[in-house]
């Protein structure tokens, strides 16, 4: 079985500070995890993803997530914030192979809110 | 398609009643996936399919939740005997092949049972 915990149901940054939304992971086969991004009344949009590669993964909009195995974790950061980063962000892991190939288990979000 | 479509947007249905949710992954994407995202909360995985057959359907809620797929296209989440706890946006994904893990998510349609 596969579980996602994001901790902190809502972070609070000032524009041009540093993002870190924390995620851990729990899975009994190697990971593929995922950040994804959710704006008001739209659908989901991937940021990014580690798929056993690099272990630091850059993806679009400036963020980066780093997939540490020993910490079971994968944080996803950005530099600077801007306002519009103001979004739902979700972490996922996969369940790769077998019957359930490309199931994602995802956490339960973190609200970002960016002040001015 | 450019995207993943979802129809109707915003549904609003009394308790007890049939829903159908329609998906319209994008061409050529041979594995979709339907989730529920319940207000506050992450996205439940309902069901997966591979073509028009449904590997996975461990995470259909109940068997008044029925999923079909047809000519490996649109498919359609089919609610039956409607319960407010059904109210939820209902998302669909699509992917080239389930192993590209590069899911395309539609807009979702909203539910609400009243």
């Known amino acids: 079985a596969q579980s996602v915990t994001q901790l902190g149901s809502h972070v609070s940054v000032s524009e041009g500070a540093l993002v870190l939304l924390r995620c851990n992971y729990s899975?009994?086969?190697?990971?593929?995890l995922f950040w994804y991004v959710q704006y008001p009344n739209q659908g989901l949009q991937l940021l990014l993803k580690?798929?056993?590669?690099?272990?630091l993964v850059k993806g679009i909009n400036g963020f980066e997530a780093e997939f540490k195995k020993s910490e079971t974790s994968f944080h996803l950061t950005k530099p600077s914030a801007h306002m519009s980063d103001a979004a739902e962000y979700f972490c996922?892991?996969?369940?790769?192979?077998?019957?359930?190939?490309?199931?994602?288990?995802f956490g339960q979000g973190t609200i970002l809110t960016v002040h001015p | 398609g450019a995207g993943v479509s979802q129809s109707p947007s915003n549904k609003v249905t009394e308790k007890g009643k049939d829903v159908e949710l329609r998906c319209d992954p994008i061409?050529?994407?041979?594995?979709l996936y339907w989730y529920r995202q319940r207000l506050g909360q992450g996205l439940e995985f309902l069901i997966y399919?591979?073509?028009?057959?449904?590997?996975?359907k461990s995470g259909l809620p109940s068997d008044r939740f029925s999923a079909e797929r047809t000519g490996e296209s649109v498919s359609t989440l089919t609610i039956q005997r409607t319960q407010q706890e059904d109210s939820a946006v209902y998302l669909c994904?699509?992917?080239?092949?389930?192993?590209?893990?590069?899911?395309?998510f539609g807009s979702g349609t909203r539910l609400t049972v009243v």
């Open positions: 994904a699509s992917s080239l092949r389930a192993e590209n893990y590069g899911y395309t």
């Open positions: 899975s009994s086969v190697p990971p593929y």
């Open positions: 580690y798929t056993s590669a690099a272990t």
């Open positions: 996922a892991v996969s369940s790769a192979g077998g019957t359930s190939y490309g199931k994602l288990t």
């Open positions: 061409s050529g994407h041979t594995a």
């Open positions: 399919f591979q073509g028009n057959s449904a590997p996975d």
